[in-house]
């Protein structure tokens, strides 16, 4: 890959896209850092402002100090389960034993608290749905949830809690629940979809690898039938004494060797060009691994199906290379977007317009590095060209690739010959 050290600043380690963005952690993707464990962990601590109610009715005073002491022994008992089920299940996993455990338990405590120290400890119900929902497979979420809700409107009719409060608790602790069903069902198609897109770059790279496999078949089986039938012959003569025979086959067998190794070179070549499908989706896997979202248009790959293999291979480098910047250099950026247009210039020639932009903070006073050079070049060779600077506002870094729309016309049918040939 080439190297654009100097694009997005030249004092940037190579590796600094993925180490810069690895504090965040997107739903549904592994846990794999401390500082990871930690956002995570800093997130979920977030939403325990809900305790605020138990806790302040703790402070208030209205309880023996035995209550007191059973009612924060119990509060960080039950926080601590909470944050347990959350480490383990984030890193290297908790059994699914262990889990209902620390339900369980955290269970009992909402229920000993709530009898021993009155309704504002019905608010750890909420807590425990949520964790309820967590651990139960999806398709006994909902019948776990309308059970808990059962559990807490039993609870709060035994303490002889106000009936707003019972609706309000039950009813917050079955939707919290569902939320988190929900989440669960998203974090496990954000998975699926990760997996689909590594799966589709493999067959992509497979399916190219089975074409050249293909046409190296095709032109060297051939060419060696043929090498072979002619080496035989040229024996035969030689043995006949018939030399300037012999040397008529020997010219041949060269000729054959000769065009068959430039069949070689142009199969290896074609291989060796990138497509725009397989780099689309190779951009998606790194800067999904930079923690970058790609915003690409599904008919992207499709939008110039006629354009010539040249003209494409330097888009498709056009795009291996922006992306390769946006995950080596572009500091603090979340989006990478990549857009196809067309544009008419003033002689009357179409052009094909491949457009890469991030938000991350630019380029700054760095001068283009030598990717960018390289990637230059390349358009030139096709007649096209390469613009780069700014994104909107001056944020951001934008690639701008355009080449010549010269479509391909495939050949006509000679005379007398039959529109579709059997295979050969």
């Not at 009813?171 to 629940?177: A, E, K, P, T, V």
Request: hydrophobic share 50%.
């Amino acid at each position: 890959m080439s190297d654009t050290r100097q694009v997005h600043g030249p004092d940037e380690h190579p590796d600094a896209g993925p180490a810069r963005a690895s504090f965040m952690n997107v739903p549904g993707s592994p846990v794999e850092t401390r500082r990871q464990l930690l956002v995570k962990i800093a997130w979920m601590l977030l939403w325990m402002i809900y305790l605020a109610y138990p806790v302040s009715r703790l402070l208030n005073g209205v309880h023996s100090t035995g209550a007191l002491v059973l009612g924060w022994s119990c509060l960080a008992f039950f926080v601590a389960g909470y944050v347990l089920l959350v480490i383990f299940r984030s890193t290297e996993g908790m059994r699914p034993r262990a889990c209902r455990v620390v339900v369980a338990m955290m269970v009992v405590l909402a229920i000993a608290c709530a009898f021993v120290l009155g309704e504002a400890f019905l608010t750890l119900f909420i807590y425990t749905s949520v964790c309820v929902a967590i651990v139960t497979p999806a398709r006994y979420a909902l019948r776990a949830l309308a059970g808990m809700a059962a559990l807490i409107a039993a609870v709060g009719l035994l303490i002889h809690a106000g009936m707003d409060n019972i609706a309000t608790f039950a009813l917050s602790g079955f939707l919290s629940g569902v939320a988190m069903t929900g989440l669960q069902r998203l974090v496990a198609t954000m998975r699926e979809l990760r997996e689909a897109r590594a799966a589709v770059a493999h067959l992509a790279a497979s399916e190219e690898r089975l074409r050249l496999a293909r046409d190296l078949h095709d032109l060297l089986g051939h060419s060696l039938s043929l090498i072979t039938l002619k080496s035989e012959l040229a024996g035969r003569f030689m043995d006949a004494g018939k030399d300037e025979a012999a040397r008529a086959q020997v010219a041949d067998i060269e000729q054959v060797a000769r065009q068959s190794l430039i069949d070689v070179r142009e199969a290896v070549t074609g291989f060796r060009r990138p497509t725009l499908p397989v780099e689309l989706a190779a951009a998606r896997t790194a800067l999904a691994a930079a923690q970058v979202r790609l915003e690409a248009a599904p008919e992207l790959v499709d939008s110039w199906p006629g354009l010539a293999n040249e003209e494409a291979g330097a888009l498709a480098w056009a795009l291996r290379e922006a992306v390769t910047n946006v995950v080596r250099h572009a500091e603090g950026a979340t989006v990478c977007t990549v857009t196809a247009d067309e544009s008419w210039e003033g002689s009357g020639e179409r052009y094909a317009v491949l457009e890469i932009v991030d938000d991350g903070q630019g380029p700054g006073k760095s001068q283009p590095g030598n990717g960018l050079s390289g990637l230059d070049e390349r358009l030139a060779l096709v007649g096209g060209r390469l613009e780069t600077g700014p994104g909107e506002r001056g944020r951001g870094f934008r690639v701008r690739a355009s080449v010549p729309l010269r479509t391909v016309a495939a050949p006509e049918p000679e005379a007398g010959s039959s529109p579709k040939a059997g295979p050969r």
